[in-house]
């Protein structure tokens, strides 16, 4: 069975700060997906890396897929409270849609002002 | 306007009780899904389909039963409701980057089950 393990589970810092949320399995991924889940609506996509040591940018967040397409990580600079939410990673085994996508733990993360 | 809607938002029932929740994407895409979260805030697939076809059958008991009149809409029905059954229930519709993906998903709000 396929895992995702994201870490930290819980964070929370301050206003301006900077942060990584690290996501990792032993299984390879096609690709990974990382989604930000605001309290009472769904995850909503942000990212997706398909080349191993993939980086992407948006805004302040960094998103990078590790070069053995096993694991990935969030960073985000200046941190603002408007990035508190749970941050979920999610990794393809293939590219077909019927590829079952396994969603990680989650990251609940909290920005005080 | 909304893309992946559902209804209801909440819902509160009884054991032994039967519910739907339905799902309506206006996305224009193939493939829709059904994912439970728990308490935890871990999320799990339960089923897709692609084309009113079923491509995804997690091992979910056999009271669940989903069906697809039509690609924008994917229903889900619920029989003999437990106190287990309580969750959120999340539809989801994708479709591919490119010709061949990956799959990016698009989540509709919600639907929180409560059981009693």
């Known amino acids: 069975t396929q895992l995702l393990e994201q870490s930290p589970q819980f964070l929370s810092i301050q206003e301006g700060e900077n942060l990584t949320v690290y996501c990792n399995s032993s299984?390879?991924?096609?690709?990974l997906q990382w989604y930000r889940q605001e309290p009472g609506e769904g995850p909503v996509l942000l990212v997706t890396v398909v080349t191993g040591g993939e980086v992407k940018k948006l805004k302040r967040l960094t998103f990078q897929f590790g070069d053995a397409r096993k694991d990935s990580s969030l960073h985000i600079t200046a941190a603002q409270p408007g990035d508190t939410g749970l941050y979920l990673c999610a990794g393809a085994p293939g590219y077909s849609s019927a590829s079952k996508i396994i969603f990680g733990s989650g990251t609940r993360l909290s920005i005080r002002p | 306007d909304t893309a992946v809607s559902q209804t209801p938002k909440y819902l509160v029932t009884q054991m032994g009780n039967d519910k739907s929740i339905k799902c309506e994407q206006n996305?224009?895409?193939?493939?829709m899904y059904w994912y439970k979260q728990d308490s935890k805030k871990f999320l799990k697939i339960m089923f897709s389909?692609?084309?009113?076809?079923?491509?995804i059958n997690e091992t979910v008991p056999n009271r669940f039963s989903p069906k697809s009149p039509d690609k924008a809409h994917l229903n889900l029905h619920i029989n003999s409701l437990e106190l287990g059954d309580s969750a959120v229930y999340f539809c989801?519709?994708?479709?591919?980057?490119?010709?061949?993906?990956?799959?990016?998903?698009?989540f509709g709000p919600g639907t929180r089950l409560t059981v009693t």
């Open positions: 989801a519709s994708s479709t591919p980057i490119g010709d061949t993906g990956p799959y990016e998903q698009y």
């Open positions: 299984s390879v991924f096609s690709s």
């Open positions: 996305l224009g895409h193939d493939t």
């Open positions: 389909y692609n084309n009113k076809e079923l491509i």
